[in-house]
């Protein structure tokens, strides 16, 4: 961002059957952002017409896609406006926002490309009942081991991106509410700058702020999790113990013959056992390989197109 240039901000609000809180969000969203989009994510009641009436531009989804499809929908949109920062919150009035300009200013100083909405950092709050706050600190800790990162609030929707991180954002698969996990994984991947502030984040007084059970959302997020952890190392998460499996199968093959050869007896059980350890231990091996394979030139296509860009912005202001 130039010094003296006012600096483009949108604010991006996935909202499904948000009629309630919607319009106070819009309204104490607007004097903090040039533009706000709302994705309807399949509402069946007001949201869409409330959200136009108040001025913000509305993408609809046909029905209701979940969280993560609505944030890529709106990531999407809002490079097409070339924004400077985009902001995102929630339409059900958790999130404040008259916090926003705390939000981003780490990104306006320059500090850092990509800043979460914090409720576990030194000044934050928040009246979260007990029984999220045991999942919430599950789910942070899992998250901080397997993808191993520093981030307290891994699960906070209250986030800031700047330009080069909603770029990177563009690639997110996610469609559920995974997606917040998603996109630390790719800032960790793409080496973006990630600062946490605090945040005041609320639940009393408001309806169910989750469209899932906690199960369901619990379990959505630690399959994401695990699955991100696969896919960065393989080897060791599936290759090791596919390797394992095929050396218990060989020694289980030559306890086997052993036992046979001695007594004549051949056990059935033993038998099966040794089998099933060759077949998973193989199968999981094959597939640390292949996914490696994948791995390996997704990372090298994403560093030619990163240098291909590059030289094309430097050829650009020459």
Request: proline residues 4%; contains cysteine.
């Amino acid at each position: 961002m130039e010094a003296n240039k006012k600096p483009k901000i949108i604010a991006c609000i996935p909202a499904y059957n948000e009629e309630k809180y919607i319009a106070k969000v819009i309204l104490q969203t607007k004097p903090y952002v040039d533009e706000i989009l709302i994705c309807n994510d399949g509402s069946t009641d007001m949201t869409e017409e409330i959200a136009k009436a108040l001025g913000a531009i509305v993408i609809n989804h046909p029905k209701n896609m979940g969280k993560g499809a609505a944030i890529k929908t709106l990531f999407k949109e809002a490079l097409k406006h070339n924004p400077d920062i985009v902001v995102c919150l929630d339409a059900d009035g958790q999130h404040d926002p008259n916090e926003i300009p705390n939000v981003i200013k780490p990104i306006l100083k320059g500090e850092a490309d990509f800043v979460i909405g914090s409720r576990y950092v030194k000044g934050a709050k928040t009246d979260a009942p007990t029984y999220r706050r045991i999942g919430l600190s599950l789910i942070n800790a899992l998250n901080k081991k397997l993808l191993r990162t520093s981030i307290q609030d891994t699960q906070s929707g209250f986030r800031a991106f700047n330009k080069k991180a909603l770029k990177e954002m563009q690639q997110l698969e996610s469609t559920g509410y995974g997606i917040e996990n998603e996109q630390i994984a790719i800032a960790k991947i793409k080496n973006l700058r990630v600062m946490e502030v605090p945040v005041t984040i609320k639940y009393k007084g408001l309806e169910k702020t989750s469209k899932k059970t906690p199960v369901t959302h619990a379990g959505e997020i630690v399959s994401l999790i695990l699955r991100l952890t696969i896919e960065e190392k393989p080897l060791l998460y599936l290759g090791l113990p596919g390797t394992t499996l095929m050396l218990i199968g060989l020694l289980l093959s030559a306890y086997l013959l052993w036992i046979f050869n001695t007594t004549r007896y051949f056990s059935i059980p033993i038998a099966l056992i040794t089998l099933g350890a060759l077949f998973m231990g193989t199968m999981l091996f094959i597939t640390a390989l292949i996914l490696y394979a994948i791995t390996r030139l997704m990372k090298k296509f994403s560093h030619t197109t990163n240098r291909s860009n590059n030289y094309s912005m430097e050829t650009t202001y020459q």
